[in-house]
């Protein structure tokens, strides 16, 4: 079986653009996560699925970030009006069951905000 | 709220030799799993370890191994006979339920 993985692998995107994040996570886990790496720092939370339900999005910086995993496998994490800040990488995780589990991790998206 | 603690920024051992990462965290519950991730400069985030702590014996991988210390809330790992390849960003990580807390990671480089 093929690992997490997440496209595109860098995004360029002008202040104000929308962008969407891919996530294809490892076939039949059933937890999914995203979280936010910003340079030189450990990664943060943003948000969790199980299955198609998402049960927590308090890790969201605001209401530019959206998720969604409407089949309960792939997931698309959108930001709208991207800002400087929102410059990072963008990781994803996937966990078998639904909870204390290891995740597993794609290799991240690394998008830069002009 | 939990918080984890790696206070190397960095470090640089020699090829073959033994080094010790180190990390604290800060929880309130009793009943919660402790990770190592390695994460090269290729960035795939990758799982070196696990702990859960309601295992008293320290979990080994290898040439990786820990060194957990409840009651202190410690949380080291041992790298023995280090390799090049070990030159990484090692982050800490404590879960509770689902989330991953992390620390603000070690970068060690492996020389030759």
């Known amino acids: 079986g093929a690992g997490v993985s997440q496209s595109p692998r860098y995004k360029v995107a002008k202040r104000g653009q929308d962008v969407a994040l891919r996530c294809d996570p490892i076939?039949?886990?059933?937890?999914l996560f995203w979280y936010q790496q910003a340079l030189g720092q450990g990664p943060e939370f943003l948000t969790y699925?199980?299955?198609?339900?998402?049960?927590?999005k308090s890790g969201l910086p605001s209401d530019r970030f959206f998720a969604e995993r409407p089949e309960g496998s792939v997931s698309t994490l959108k930001i709208q009006r991207t800002q400087q800040e929102d410059s990072a990488v963008y990781l994803c995780?996937?966990?078998?069951?639904?909870?204390?589990?290891?995740?597993?991790f794609g290799p991240g998206t690394r998008l830069t905000v002009t | 709220a939990q918080t984890v603690t790696q206070s190397q920024p960095e470090m640089s051992v020699q090829e073959a030799e033994t080094v010790t990462l180190s990390c604290t965290y800060d929880t309130s519950e009793s009943n919660y799993y402790l990770f190592w991730y390695k994460q090269p400069p290729s960035r795939q985030m990758i799982l070196v370890i696990r702990?859960?702590?309601?295992k008293q014996q320290n979990a080994t991988e290898n040439r990786f191994s820990v060194n957990f210390q409840k009651a202190a809330k410690s949380f080291s790992l041992k790298i023995s006979d280090s390799q090049l390849g070990d030159t990484a960003m090692y982050f800490c990580?404590?879960?509770?339920?689902?989330?991953?807390?992390w620390g603000a990671g070690t970068k060690l480089i492996i020389k030759p």
């Open positions: 990580a404590f879960m509770g339920n689902y989330q991953l807390i």
């Open positions: 995780a996937s966990s078998r069951t639904e909870q204390r589990r290891e995740q597993y």
């Open positions: 699925f199980q299955n198609e339900a998402q049960l927590d």
């Open positions: 702990q859960e702590a309601y």
């Open positions: 076939s039949g886990h059933v937890s």
